[in-house]
């Protein structure tokens, strides 16, 4: 489990979501928006400690339209007309009505061309919204400290499920002003902080820290790719607590859902953290005489989880990924 290699402590995010309100976004299109807070726990004793920092929400459209065409990865609106390269140059996303989320490669008057093909294709006619990403500058600066070394500066901790590895990054003080960088000294500002998720932040300073961060709930359920392996989810920001079934995480069909067994061992697991750091996990159990969703000592899971809480998903191999679409508020 390298994406907690060399850390001491780990602990959960207090996560607050405001009370909804409608607003109007760039778009001309109601979307509802919310803020979550996230209490950054300090070193303690001098040992660093980990905080799950979910991001529950995207950011707010900028563009929603309708597909007049469709080419493998090329999608044209021919109502927009955006000046060249308007999405290309930081990180933005066609989000689609079947929950999908692309990254833009490339704009033009009126395509956008993505980095990958979506699956399944979109048809003629679909909606879809583009939308910024969030980048590691504008969601941690000012939260946590900066250093002159990876080392010496707290942390945010970039997990790629697909590839099962982790990127660090801290606020270089090295050079005329604090800059990203990853643990290879690349410049990494822009690197895209994943929406409907949770990203780590080590913190090797002292003393406790809020982040406070924002953006909308989407009308579209999200879909994300759970990996073999280790997967950090958010839960969906609904403004009253969830259960484990709310999540709808077990299908009941493990190519689809997680998958059951009699025990947590051979079963997936999830870990759920509580505002005070504790985590518990828990597994679908198939036993006899013991259904549904227990904890390791086989007492029925009845945790109740904050809206937009952290959540660690194992996906136990040789199973495939599979989709999840995030339920909506």
């Not at 190519?255 to 750091?277: K, R």
Request: charged letters at 15%; proline letters at 8%.
């Amino acid at each position: 489990m390298n994406y907690l290699r060399n850390v001491i402590c780990l602990v959960g995010a207090a996560v607050i979501v405001v009370a909804p309100r409608d607003a109007v976004a760039a778009s001309s299109t109601s979307e509802v928006f919310v803020a979550a807070a996230s209490l950054l726990r300090g070193a303690t004793n001098g040992q660093p400690v980990v905080t799950p920092v979910p991001v529950p929400y995207v950011l707010p459209s900028v563009h929603e339209g309708r597909l007049t065409a469709v080419n493998s990865n090329r999608l044209v609106d021919f109502s927009a007309i955006w000046m060249s390269n308007a999405f290309g140059a930081s990180p933005f996303c066609v989000e689609l009505d079947s929950g999908q989320s692309v990254r833009i490669l490339t704009s033009d008057l009126n395509t956008l061309v993505l980095e990958e093909i979506p699956s399944p294709l979109p048809v003629v006619g679909a909606r879809f919204r583009v939308r910024p990403l969030l980048t590691l500058d504008e969601m941690f600066t000012g939260a946590i400290a900066a250093g002159d070394s990876v080392d010496n500066a707290d942390n945010v901790l970039l997990f790629d499920s697909a590839a099962q590895q982790t990127q660090t990054a801290f606020l270089s003080t090295n050079g005329p002003s604090p800059v990203w960088r990853d643990q290879g000294g690349n410049d990494c500002s822009i690197e895209v902080v994943p929406a409907q998720s949770a990203t780590l932040v080590r913190r090797r300073s002292s003393g406790d820290n809020v982040l406070v961060s924002h953006g909308v709930l989407s009308r579209t359920p999200g879909r994300l790719t759970l990996y073999t392996g280790l997967n950090w989810i958010a839960a969906p920001a609904t403004g009253d607590p969830l259960t484990l079934p709310d999540l709808r995480l077990f299908t009941g069909n493990a190519s689809t859902g997680m998958a059951g067994g009699t025990n947590a061992t051979i079963a997936d697991t999830l870990m759920v953290f509580d505002v005070e750091g504790n985590s518990t996990t828990c597994f679908y159990s198939s036993a006899p005489g013991a259904p549904g969703w227990r904890d390791l000592l086989m007492v029925p899971a009845t945790n109740t989880l904050s809206a937009g809480s952290a959540i660690l998903v194992e996906r136990k191999a040789p199973r495939l990924s599979f989709p999840w679409r995030v339920p909506t508020p």
